[in-house]
């Protein structure tokens, strides 16, 4: 008997997902960030993130600021004063609507079937973060020029004023996307203080990379060192903030204060130990740890309830 001779299947071709099952799939896989705000559960909400400030003006291309002329000035820089900078109440209302279509996005996608979502649905919600994009981009437009003002200010021998001005521009963008509208503060004020940060940050950086990795060169040897400090706070500055000090120092117990003051060394002596505290005060060493411990509790706190980061970083 003959074998019946083998039969030859057809390989099967790897199935690939349909471009609108890969459409979903994607904005399913989308990550979705915005500020919440107790505003978008009210009645009122969508009223609110659609309907600008009575004094809007559009378009937004015509700022009333000539552009500085020079041989520095970029074209890039020409560009930014086409656009003028946003009043408080257009911060707000955009700021609103920027995180309200968010909202609304992330919202209804959470209402849909990740595997049977429609065409239809899928493009709506793609609307949303489309036009959340489109508000995003205004209000970046409307502050890169507050990048430009302070990256002047940290342009060295390391760090030239266009990689400040690319760094500041990313930071710009993550302040934008953390910013809470809410508060009722503006943002250039919250975006100042990010953006000096990052650059603080990259400052230091610098420093650790230049003190590990300087080359033993001759030419760096014979170049002469710069003499000017550059100080961060004016004297009125440094005044009001030892003035502010003191009054908190005011606020502790004597005990607490004379631990403070002796122990780094405010009363111009050398700082003094915890031993040396305490054959002082009659106490165990261990005593004057706790009290320092709680003093400067309280000291952090004071410093916290007058909000004396923000003072400080808008000086720098």
């Known amino acids: 008997m003959i074998a019946p001779a083998p039969v030859r299947r057809r390989p099967q071709l790897a199935r690939t997902a349909s471009p609108q099952a890969a459409r979903r799939e994607a904005l399913f896989a989308r990550r979705i960030d915005y500020v919440p705000c107790r505003q978008f559960l009210a009645a009122d909400a969508e ?17 009333g600021v000539e552009a500085p002329v020079g041989r520095d000035v970029t074209p890039y820089l020409a560009s930014l004063y086409q656009s003028r900078l946003l009043s408080k109440d257009e911060e707000q209302f955009y700021f ?6 968010k909202f609304k996005a992330a919202t209804v996608r959470g209402q849909l079937d990740p595997r049977r979502a429609s065409p239809r649905q899928v493009a709506a919600v793609e609307a949303l973060l489309t036009e959340a994009e489109a508000v995003r981009s205004v209000v970046i437009t409307a502050n890169l020029r507050l990048v430009v003002s302070i990256a002047k200010k940290f342009i ?5 004023f266009d990689e ?52 033993d060169d001759a030419a760096l040897k014979d170049r002469p060192e710069s003499t000017e400090p550059s100080p961060y706070c004016s004297a009125e500055q440094i005044a009001l903030l030892r003035d502010l000090f003191g009054r908190f120092l005011d606020e502790l117990e004597p005990r ?6 002796a122990r780094f060394g405010f009363d111009g002596r050398a700082p003094r130990t915890f031993r040396e505290l305490g054959s002082e005060m ?8 706790q009290l320092q411990s709680r003093a400067m509790e309280k000291l952090k706190s004071m410093a916290a309830e007058a909000h004396l980061d923000r003072t400080v970083g808008d000086w720098l």
Not at 156 to 160: C, K, Q, T
Not at 172 to 185: I, Q, S, T, Y
Request: proline content about 3%.
């Open 47 to 63: 009223l609110l993130a659609t309907t600008p400030p009575a004094d809007a003006v559009v378009p937004l291309s015509h700022s």
């Open 96 to 101: 609103r609507r920027m995180n309200w279509l």
């Open 156 to 160: 060295d021998l390391h760090n030239s």
């Open 164 to 215: 400040l001005v690319a760094e500041g521009n990313m930071a710009l963008l993550r302040a934008v996307e953390k910013f809470n509208f809410a508060l009722g503060n503006r943002f250039s004020t919250y975006a100042t203080y990010a953006i000096q940060r990052h650059f603080f940050r990259i400052s230091h950086r610098s420093r650790q990379f230049r003190s590990r990795f300087m080359v």
């Open 256 to 261: 607490e204060r004379q631990i403070v003051v």
């Open 282 to 289: 009659g106490v165990c060493k261990e005593r004057i740890r």
